[in-house]
C-alpha cells in the first residue's frame, strides 16, 4: 500500500495530486501550493450525478480550462458502477437526498492513492474548508475518511491547514505550514479575498453540483434499486431527468419535459428499450428501458404523452424497439390525472441511522 510510512523510507517528492472540481476551493488550493513550488498534477473527478454547468461547458471543461491556466496536466476519473454501489449502499449514510458523502470522499482519495506512484506524487491537496459542509467536513468526518481511504496524513487542505495537525509533507519540509491558511465555516469572504489575490475573477460552483441531493433524484434512484438488481449506468442516467411514472415492478416509464429531454432520451435508449415518440402534434417522447411493455401497456403510455401533448385529437405515436420492430400506435384519451398521479414516482421517505441509511419508497398522489 502506497503510505505515510512508505513516503517517508523512499523519501518524499515535491509533487501532489490536487483533486481540482472546478470549485472555487480546489482552484485556489492549488495555487496555494504553486506559491511553494510544489509540482502538481489534478484528478478531476466526473459522473452521472454531476451538476455543475458553467455556460456552455460543465465542470469538467472548466476544471481543464483551469488547470490549463495553471499549467498543471488534469486527468479525468469517471465515478461508474463502482459508484453507484456506493450510492446505494451508503456505509456511512446519506445527506438531505441520497448523497453519500462521507464514502463519496473516501472513494475518491482511495483512487487517488492508487494512481499517485504513477504520477510519481507523494501526496495529496484538497480545496476543502473545515466547517464549510455538514456532513463531510468536519473533524469527525475527515478523521474518519482519511483513516478508511488509507490516506492519513497524506492530505494537505491549505486553506485550513493550521486547524489541523501536521501532514507529512509538512512534517518532512516539504511544504511550509506557515504559508498555510486557518479558513474554517461556511463563509466564503476569505476565499474571494484571495482569489482577488489569484487574479480569479470567475468561480462557478461555489455549493458544489451534486444531483443527489435532489430529492426527486434520489426518489428514482430508489425506485431504480428496488425494482433493477441488475440496472446499468444509462438505467443510472435516466434518473436525472424527466418524469418518471411507475406502472408495476416491471415496467417504469421515463418521459421527456422539452425537445432536448426528448432527444436526450433517444440518445440513450439501449438495445432492447422500447422508444414511444409523438408524431404529429408537439409531445413528449417516453422510453420503457429493457424492454417492450407489450400492447396492453400502450393505452397507458401513449394515454401519458397525450396528456403531456398538444394533440387536440390528431397525430399518433410511434412505438420503436431499439434494435428491433417499429409500429404505429394509435392517440388515445388522456389518462386521467388521478390515475397519472398514482403512477408518479414522486414521494421520497427515508430512515436514517449514524452507520447505514435504509431508504423506504412509496407512491403518492
Request: net charge positive; with cysteine; glycine share 10%.
Amino acid at each position: 500500500m502506497w503510505s505515510g510510512k512508505n513516503l517517508v523510507e523512499m523519501g518524499m517528492q515535491k509533487k501532489a495530486v490536487v483533486l481540482l472540481s472546478g470549485g472555487l476551493d480546489s482552484t485556489l488550493a492549488a495555487h496555494i501550493m504553486l506559491e511553494q513550488g510544489i509540482e502538481m498534477e489534478a484528478v478531476h473527478f466526473t459522473g452521472v450525478f454531476c451538476n455543475c454547468p458553467s455556460g456552455k461547458s460543465g465542470c469538467g471543461t472548466l476544471a481543464r480550462e483551469i488547470a490549463s491556466e495553471m499549467k498543471i496536466p488534469v486527468r479525468m476519473v469517471f465515478k461508474g458502477m463502482d459508484y453507484l454501489d456506493i450510492v446505494r449502499t451508503a456505509p456511512h449514510g446519506y445527506g438531505r437526498g441520497l448523497n453519500p458523502c462521507i464514502d463519496c470522499r473516501i472513494y475518491m482519495l482511495r483512487k487517488v492513492r492508487h494512481l499517485m506512484p504513477e504520477m510519481n506524487a507523494s501526496f495529496i491537496v484538497t480545496g476543502e474548508v473545515l466547517g464549510q459542509r455538514p456532513m463531510s467536513q468536519h473533524r469527525d468526518a475527515l478523521r474518519i475518511i482519511e483513516q478508511e481511504s488509507g490516506t492519513t496524513g497524506l492530505v494537505l487542505r491549505p486553506l485550513s491547514a493550521r486547524h489541523f495537525p501536521l501532514t507529512i509533507p509538512e512534517i518532512e519540509g516539504i511544504v511550509d505550514r506557515e504559508k498555510l491558511l486557518a479558513v474554517s465555516g461556511r463563509s466564503r469572504s476569505a476565499q474571494i479575498q484571495l482569489a482577488r489575490k489569484f487574479g480569479i475573477s470567475e468561480y462557478p460552483c461555489p455549493a458544489g453540483g451534486c444531483l443527489l441531493t435532489d430529492k426527486a433524484v434520489a426518489v428514482r434512484l430508489l425506485d431504480l434499486f428496488s425494482h433493477t438488481p441488475n440496472f446499468t449506468l444509462t438505467d443510472a442516467r435516466l434518473t436525472t431527468f424527466g418524469r418518471h411514472f411507475r406502472v408495476d415492478d416491471r415496467i417504469k416509464i421515463v418521459v421527456g419535459r422539452n425537445k432536448q429531454e426528448n432527444e436526450k432520451l433517444e440518445v440513450l435508449a439501449e438495445i432492447g428499450s422500447t422508444l414511444f415518440i409523438s408524431e404529429g402534434f408537439p409531445g413528449p417522447t417516453a422510453i420503457v428501458s429493457g424492454c417492450d411493455p407489450g400492447e396492453k401497456y400502450n393505452p397507458i403510455i401513449g394515454g401519458i404523452i397525450a396528456f403531456y401533448g398538444k394533440s387536440n385529437g390528431h397525430g399518433r405515436i410511434r412505438k420503436k424497439v431499439v434494435g428491433g420492430a417499429e409500429q404505429d400506435v394509435p392517440l388515445p384519451k388522456p389518462l386521467p390525472v388521478h390515475i397519472l398521479n398514482g403512477m408518479r414516482i414522486n414521494q421520497f421517505v427515508a430512515q436514517k441511522s449514524d452507520a447505514n441509511s435504509d431508504a423506504m419508497l412509496s407512491k403518492g398522489i
